[in-house]
């Protein structure tokens, strides 16, 4: 590598590095970006079982079984 390449580099980090602290001391990025996670997270967090699946899995908790997430079934 030489210094020209060197001197590349480190004008690109240093233009990101000011870039993102420039967005970074924004509030209404965080709060965004905050938005954006929530919105994208929820679906996943908020699924529910089919009713069948459900009353299956707390049929196997009544009975004192361990449910296996992956296999979908008391073991």
Not at 7 to 29: D, E, N, S, T
């Amino acid at each position: 590598m030489n210094w020209i390449e060197v001197a590349a580099v480190l004008v690109f980090l240093v233009g990101i590095g000011a870039g993102g602290f420039l967005v970074a001391q924004r509030p209404k990025f965080w709060l965004g970006m905050l938005g954006a996670v929530v919105k994208s997270v929820l679906p996943i967090l908020t699924k529910r079982m089919p009713p069948e699946q459900e009353a299956a899995w707390r049929d196997c908790i009544r009975r004192n079984g361990k449910w296996n997430h992956q296999k979908k079934r008391c073991e």
